[in-house]
């Protein structure tokens, strides 16, 4: 951080740059113009104060593009759209008067290499308007009208409209300037107040964006102080001893700040409704503690962390042998070397950035179209377009016999996968924030799998075929990773790198079952609710997660309870719920709740034999095709398994010979208790209900068994 600057003096600097529009009238049309086109010196001044107060340009950042819509424009247009059972293809110039020039200024300030807002938008909530819209607004958005026509903002005469290209993140207010000042190279900037009047807010927009910063980045990478019972006190003292930065107040959300100027502090003064009449902020504690000092105040114990050094990147913290309760992963090792995105990139194609995996590369232009080329040939780029802005992260793989596979991750923090083979757009995978930092893309042993990172120190792994997901908690540090044929995955950023081992059976236990299951699309659960939500809910029956487990058979036990009339998501779901109840066929990962799912797939088995109808003969027909499983069962080394089978045979109208000679068997001489009740209850001892009770099980569950 550079050396002290004195704040107090920050109204000269502000004088010696700004327009002085008092001589306007003292000087020809064509010479004020070139006054107010000389901006070069004003920028710098924004430069020089972003750097003053810490701000740097992520190295990583995709800039906001002028011509991409808002975030609030966006949301109502497809709440609009929904409404109205459209496509939501609007007329994107409907707000624009297209004959109105655009000051020079604003295209400037977009293109600013420094631009604080169009590199990091978060740190200043608002919603940026380009090209300008009009107010009063011929499409319906603005909020506020135009000018009055007793205004002294413009002469008499003059056009009322404003151009609005700036808005506070809800629209509460809007900046924008006269569209009679169009043509000027920087003109006045009018703030949007109470009762849809405006208020002259900045001398030109040059000076706007100076006072955007001022008031937005000392906010996040300043050292604070709030006042409190004191703040009558310090204002008088502020307003004897300090002088203002030179400008207006600052109106928004019915606040009216003015901002005092003191070696590297500032003293914000709301007159308005905002939540403080008094914020201090410095670049520095010390700088606090002294403006403190000159009040006669100690705020040693008042002195608030700035977020910047909250939020900054913190250094990786796994080491090797580290691991989660699960062991579905392992730190085989660590290294202090940063790791970027691990990504090969080519030059190629017209000075893009293509991210290459073998013959394969993928790019995303600044709307963030995606673009698939083939290295091995002159075939033209494959493209779509996601509608989630700038790609921040991209991956690609081709699979055999299937063509080429992308990932893209996008600054709004949303994640695709795209086949172009298919015919098919990008497809959604997941949505959080912040933007997406990582991805890969790997062909395991077991298939295709997609590793991702958000910069929220949670990794999120897929198995492509499955579907399945599992989110990893590695702790901070990590903004890259990269995935390896042999499931090693390396996590890492500018603090160091680590190498970690994936048990893909404690990873996605439900991978296996999840690749056989149909779809239940065209089913019925008892509720209304969504059918395919039950293959989710079998899903994570097998999560390592217990309550997770638990809250997933609690709602299987409302979706498809047999007790009434059966629903045909139950019978379908009858095959997995007895292969995970009976730990056959799902992987590595013991069920935490399989009493209760093979007791819910029991219940439906009695309902399926209780009644007729078309799906209980669907049941029927499934039942009979696996009687002569169950005998295999019954000779498995779990006990889990031999349990089930045994209850299975139990709740079955027809059974294999064979399996009344192991039920006899294991009734009488299995070493597990809870083996030798169920094959008791096969062969109709009903005392054995008891003790299956006594071993976890619900009576009710059981009951439906007795032959």
């Known amino acids: ?320 042998g580290d691991s989660d309760e699960a062991d579905r992963w392992r730190v085989l090792s660590t290294s202090p070397d940063p790791m970027e995105s691990g990504t090969e990139r080519s030059p190629e194609s017209d000075g893009d950035s293509w991210t290459v995996s073998g013959t394969l590369a993928v790019a995303s232009d600044e709307d963030g179209t995606l673009r698939v080329r083939r290295l091995d040939t002159d075939a033209v780029p494959l493209t779509a377009d996601p509608e989630a802005g700038p790609a921040t992260a991209l991956a690609c793989i081709q699979l055999p016999g299937e063509g080429p596979l992308i990932a893209s991750g996008h600054r709004d923090g949303r994640l695709f996968v795209w086949m172009p083979d298919s015919g098919d757009g990008p497809l959604e995978v997941a949505r959080q924030r912040p933007k997406v930092s990582g991805l890969a893309l790997a062909a395991t042993a077991t298939g295709t799998a997609l590793a991702a990172c958000w910069r929220d120190d949670v990794v999120a792994l897929w198995d492509i075929a499955s579907g399945e997901r599992a989110d990893l908690d590695l702790g901070p540090g990590i903004t890259a990773v990269r995935l390896d044929e042999d499931l090693r995955l390396t996590v890492g950023g500018p603090s160091g790198r680590a190498v970690v081992r994936l048990d893909v059976d404690m990873l996605w236990p439900a991978r296996e079952l999840m690749l056989r299951v149909v779809s239940f699309e065209d089913a019925a659960c008892v509720t209304d609710t969504d059918p395919e939500v039950v293959p989710q809910r079998l899903a994570r029956l097998l999560s390592w997660d217990a309550e997770v487990a638990r809250r997933a058979m609690d709602e299987l036990d409302v979706l498809l309870a047999p007790d009434g009339e059966l629903c045909s998501a139950a019978v379908l779901a009858i095959a997995y719920l007895t292969q995970i109840g009976s730990a056959v066929g799902v992987g590595a990962y013991p069920c935490h709740v399989r009493r209760r799912v093979l007791g819910l797939a029991l219940r439906i088995v009695g309902a399926v034999y209780a009644a007729e109808g078309r799906w209980h003969e669907v049941g029927r027909e499934f039942l009979d095709g696996i009687t002569h499983v169950l005998p295999d069962m019954l000779e498995e080394k779990d006990p889990v398994t031999r349990t089930a089978g045994a209850l299975l045979v139990a709740a079955l109208e027809e059974r294999d010979e064979r399996a009344d000679v192991l039920l006899r068997a294991l009734a009488t001489g299995d070493p597990v208790p809870e083996v030798a009740a169920a094959a008791a209850l096969a062969l109709g001892d009903a005392t054995a209900v008891d003790t299956l009770v006594a071993a976890g099980w619900q009576r009710a569950d059981v009951d439906s068994s007795l032959p």
């Open 1 to 320: 951080m550079s050396g002290m600057i004195d704040y107090g003096r920050f109204a000269e600097r502000l004088r010696s740059v700004m327009p002085r529009w008092g001589d306007q009238g003292r000087t020809t049309p064509d010479e004020f113009a070139a006054h107010l086109a000389d901006t070069a010196p004003r920028w710098e001044l924004l430069r020089r104060f972003q750097e003053e107060w810490g701000y740097e340009v992520p190295e990583d950042a995709v800039p906001w593009q002028r011509w991409s819509e808002s975030e609030h424009r966006e949301y109502l247009r497809r709440l609009k759209s929904e409404a109205r059972g459209e496509d939501g293809d609007d007329d994107p110039f409907e707000s624009v008067d297209l004959s109105l020039p655009i000051p020079a200024a604003l295209d400037e300030w977009w293109e600013l290499p420094f631009n604080s807002f169009t590199h990091s938008p978060r740190l200043y909530w608002t919603n940026p308007e380009y090209p300008p819209t009009l107010r009063p607004d011929p499409g319906g958005y603005g909020v506020a009208g135009g000018l009055s026509d007793d205004s002294a903002l413009v002469p008499a005469g003059a056009d009322r409209r404003v151009c609005v290209f700036k808005a506070e993140y809800e629209y509460c207010n809007e900046w924008g300037y006269p569209a009679a000042e169009a043509a000027l190279p920087d003109p006045r900037v009018l703030v949007s107040v109470e009762e849809g009047e405006w208020a002259l807010q900045a001398g030109s927009l040059s000076e706007f964006f100076l006072q955007l910063a001022v008031q937005r980045l000392p906010s996040y990478y300043g050292w604070t102080v709030y006042g409190g019972e004191d703040t009558e006190r310090i204002l008088a003292w502020v307003k004897d001893e300090l002088p203002t930065l030179g400008f207006r107040p600052w109106r928004e959300l019915g606040q009216h700040i003015t901002v005092y100027g003191a070696p590297d502090a500032l003293v914000f003064h709301d007159t308005g409704y905002g939540d403080f009449e008094l914020i201090v902020r410095g670049r520095t504690e010390e700088a606090l503690l002294a403006l403190g000092t000159r009040m006669g105040l100690d705020w040693t114990d008042r002195i608030e962390t700035p977020r910047s050094v909250e939020e900054a990147p913190k250094p990786i913290a796994l080491v090797a």
